[in-house]
Structure formats: C-alpha cells, structure tokens
Nanobody, 131 residues
Framework: QVQLVESGGGLVQPGGSLRLSCAGS????????IGWFRQAPGKLREGVAC??????????WYASSVKGRSTISRDNAKNAVSLLMNSLNVDDTAVYYC??????????????????????WGQGTQVTVSS
C-alpha cells in the first residue's frame, strides 16, 4: 500500500526548532519529488519545501517564507524525507503535510507548488508555535 506518514510536530516556543519526518511505504521516495506543505486555519494549503527526485540530484527548493531557516533532506535508509525548521514563529503554526509529485516547480529559485501535481498526501502533523 502506497502511503506517506508525517510525524514530529508539536508545541514549540517562538525561536525554537522542529524536525518533521515523512516516512514512505509501498514505494521508494527516491523515485519522486517530495514536497512539504502546510495549512493554517482559514488559509489555503501552501508549499513549504521540496526535494527533487534522486535522478535529478536531490535539488531542494523552499518557499520564501521559510527559505534560509529550513532544510529538507532525504534519509534513504529510512525511506523518508525530513524537514528541519529553525527560528520558528507564530506564523509557522499549521498542519504540515507531505506528498509525492513528479517534480518541484520553482520560480526564481523559490518553490511554488502546484498542489494538483502531488498525491498520496499524509494525514498531517500539527505544529503550534506559541509562548
């Protein structure tokens, strides 16, 4: 069964860090671009970070909102992709999802997601940034 499962969310204080994990089963994550997305209450789902399929050198792309303080990376041994987020602020509060897609769409070096290209969405993991 093809499945993605997110984990690692929680409550963190402003300025703190979290590492989210997206574990895959039923397929190799290396064969797909893997994206991280988030959806805050009352807002549309947005792309956060993306790593291209391994045949394209695992290039990484970030949304402007997280660029410079986040790192997306593959853990091939675990068939997983992680997202490390630093300097968290209240605007990062959201449910975070991962999904697989054919490629990472980027414009001017920033990840600009086309959600319809991604599938096998996980159930999401809640990240709450609060003091």
């Amino acid at each position: 069964q093809v499945q993605l499962v997110e984990s690692g969310g929680g409550l963190v204080q402003p300025g703190g860090s979290l590492r989210l994990s997206c574990a895959g089963s039923g397929f190799s994550l290396n064969d797909y671009a893997i994206g991280w997305f988030r959806q805050a209450p009352g807002k549309l789902r947005e792309g956060v970070a993306c790593v291209s399929k391994s045949s394209r050198s695992d290039n990484t792309w970030y949304a402007s909102s997280v660029k410079g303080r986040s790192t997306i990376s593959r853990d091939n041994a675990k068939n997983a992709v992680s997202l490390l987020m630093n300097s968290l602020n209240v605007d990062d509060t959201a449910v975070y999802y991962c999904a697989r897609g054919p490629f990472c769409r980027q414009i001017n070096g920033k990840f600009v997601a086309r959600l319809e290209l991604f599938d096998n969405w996980g159930q999401g993991t809640q990240v709450t940034v609060s003091s």
